[in-house]
């Protein structure tokens, strides 16, 4: 199996709510290294660059204001099937539909303040991970 990197997020929303911790604990618990990491208060035009694939959607104003509304926690996690494995932990992007135990089902309070992100493919991990850590090697050694 690939031993995988990929960007996680812990959003404004799940940082107010101190639970840094506790999601960390399930990426170690499913087996993910935590590889990098910062503590950031993205501006504007940090946000609106890093989701510039939503620009069109009608969510994409509300997305940014609430990414910049606090400090957000930022890692690289590597593991097996990291990407995958780490969308499973996240579970679905509304939390009314999110699978019980998942970390949206557990931390997060509506489809905007979602608790997590994480790259959803080897190509977007890529892009993440180095608009995040520039000249981190997304490829785990
Ligand atoms: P993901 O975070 O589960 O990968 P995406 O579809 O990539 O979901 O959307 C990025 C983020 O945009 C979501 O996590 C959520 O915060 C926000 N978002 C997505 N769809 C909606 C929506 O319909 N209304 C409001 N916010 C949304």
Redesign the pocket.
Known sequence: MAIERTLSII?PDAVAKNVIGKIYQRFEDAGLKIVASKMVHLSEREAGQF?A??KE???FK??VS?MISGPVMIQVLEGENAITKN?DL?G???PKKAAAGTIRADFAD?????A???S?APETAAVEVSFFFPGMNVYAR
């Open positions: 959003k989701y694939v939503h959607r009608p969510f509300d997305l609430f969308r996240m679905a992007t509304d509506s489809i905007d303040a979602n997590v992100h994480g959803d």
